[in-house]
């Protein structure tokens, strides 16, 4: 293997680790429901929630946390969130469908992104809060309230293209949510169908990892809140939205050591580190460096939790520079909040078999070949770099010391990589050893799944601790009840 391993390890909390560890239970498990196969780890999400709400606590705020359902299929986590007091962010009529069939009460749902008829017809007719994305939109649930004699419905106004005065920190373009500065058209509409429509709130999501951007935004929901009390309106919720983001890596210096030589290869100054020297949005012109990395920042140290209170904590410049946590507490505000990606933090892993280790005839790296699909494994897609843990079936193998490998799928196709990157391996693996790749429970699992070739979609299992050993059921067989106690 040419040059120093670049590894980067996947932060593992203890339950994950656990079952990463538990290699007797992950073989007896592709070996009955075939590979790939995800696993997620309910009592994880439950406990994800637990640090938003202490956060919530610390700030004094009132207010929901709505698990956005569209970073994951799964009925386990969901009905497991079902029995705590959290809510859910539905995107879809089918979300919505599930999300009634697991147990949350209207009271605890909002409806977010595109709608067609049917989901806003449901949503109004069992009293979900839904979150308008535009005035047009706010028109068609108030006709549609009145034609079918709907309950009042509750609105978020969900708002977009917020600025700052003084320093000018413009938040990202969206698809979605009616401008800030068409703000008055929108209010008249919402006094207009005041009679149809509760507009308790408004609304914004962003889909960054920065700081500055989602301050920016929040601060502006409180002056529109300001305008719509002037008026005579009296919403009381802000709404932010997900974006908290995970923490991948369990090791800063891995990442950076691993970007930094990423650069150089990019640049020629060593060999590539990358399946056709691919530069995941870097490319050198005539030397120099050009482009941006378009990778998720897989190391945060402030992710999730810790990401809302520092948000919380943020000075609004608007208001005298004051913490935005004291403005919504001063107000009385309910702070909502719509993690996905941050509430599935370490909550399922997905295993794939190793088919085949093949040297290559021009290169140092081995071909290792998985009963996978990039589709089935979709951390590339999100630009997310992360090691696999190798769960070896026969424990007695030789260590061979660190090895160089490229990961490829089961697709007869030549695009059908795992991953572009060249990964590092503390040994090489063998046939029929699993791959384990942590912390696939936000979009990675299913977001993408496809059936192509008429290859199964990977099967989903959930896992709990009971005593000091892992329990298991199909991810659709589980509720509540089956964990605590048992199964019974
Ligand atoms: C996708 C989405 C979320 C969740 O975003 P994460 O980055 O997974 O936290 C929240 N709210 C809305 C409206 C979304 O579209």
New binding site residues.
């Given amino acids: 293997m040419g040059g120093q391993p670049l590894f980067l390890q996947p932060r593992l909390e203890a339950r994950l680790r656990s079952l990463a560890e538990s290699g007797e239970l992950l073989h007896t498990l592709t070996d009955a429901l075939g590979s790939p196969l995800h696993v997620v780890v309910p009592e994880q999400i439950a406990a994800n929630l637990e640090r938003f709400r202490s956060v919530y606590r610390r700030h004094h705020l009132s207010g929901q946390v709505f698990f956005?359902h569209?970073?994951n299929r799964s009925s386990a986590l969901l009905r497991r969130l079902a029995a705590t007091d959290a809510g859910v962010?539905v995107?879809s009529l089918g979300e919505l469908q599930h999300a009634l069939g697991a147990g949350f009460t209207p009271d605890r749902i909002t409806a977010?992104?595109p709608k067609n008829r049917e989901f806003l017809w449901l949503a109004a007719r069992t009293s979900v809060t839904v979150?308008v994305d535009s005035r047009d939109e706010l028109e068609q649930l108030a006709a549609l309230v009145r034609k079918h004699a709907l309950p009042r419905a509750r609105v978020l106004l969900r708002l977009s293209g917020f600025e700052t005065a003084g320093v000018r920190v413009l938040s990202r373009r969206s698809r979605f949510g009616s401008p800030v500065r068409e703000l008055v058209p929108l209010l008249e509409a919402v006094e207009r169908h005041r009679d149809v429509l509760d507009a308790v709130g408004v609304a914004y999501?962003l889909?960054t990892t920065s700081l500055d951007e989602k301050a920016t935004a929040l601060e502006g929901c409180l002056r529109v809140l300001e305008e719509c009390r002037e008026r005579g309106l009296r919403p009381s919720a802000v709404d932010i939205?997900?974006?908290?983001g995970v923490g991948y890596l369990a090791d800063r210096e891995q990442w950076e050591r691993y970007t930094t030589e990423l650069t150089a290869a990019v640049l020629g100054t060593r060999p590539p580190l990358t399946w056709g020297g691919h530069g995941y949005g870097l490319r050198s012109e005539a030397g120099t460096l050009r482009g941006a990395l378009g990778l998720y920042p897989a190391h945060r140290p402030v992710a999730g939790a810790r990401y809302l209170d520092e948000l919380l904590a943020h000075p609004a410049a608007s208001f005298d520079g004051r913490p935005l946590a004291d403005l919504l507490l001063e107000h009385l505000y309910d702070l909502h909040t719509?993690?996905?990606?941050?509430l599935l933090d370490q909550c399922g892993l997905t295993l794939a078999r190793v088919l085949e280790v093949r040297t290559q005839e021009d290169r140092d790296e081995l071909l290792v070949r998985l009963e996978a699909k990039a589709d089935d494994i979709a951390l590339e897609a999100h630009g997310v770099l992360m090691d696999p843990v190798v769960v070896p079936r026969d424990l007695s193998h030789a260590d061979t010391g660190p090895v160089a490998v490229h990961l490829s799928g089961s697709l007869c196709l030549e695009s059908d990589l795992i991953t572009r990157r060249t990964v590092f391996l503390p040994r090489r693996p063998e046939p029929g050893d699993l791959m384990a790749f942590a912390n696939t429970a936000?979009?990675c699992m299913d977001f993408h799944a496809t059936r192509a070739q008429h290859q199964p979609a990977a099967r989903k299992v959930a896992a709990w601790q009971d005593g000091g050993s892992w329990r298991w059921c199909l991810d659709d067989q589980y509720w509540p009840t089956t964990s605590v106690g048992g199964a019974q």
């Avoid at 939205?241 to 908290?244: A, D, I, R, V």
């Avoid at 719509?338 to 941050?342: D, F, Q, S, T, V």
Wanted: charged share 25%; net charge negative; proline share 5%.
């Fill in positions: 956005a569209k970073a962010d995107a977010t992104g979150g999501h889909d939205g997900g974006g908290f719509e993690p996905g990606r941050a936000g979009y």
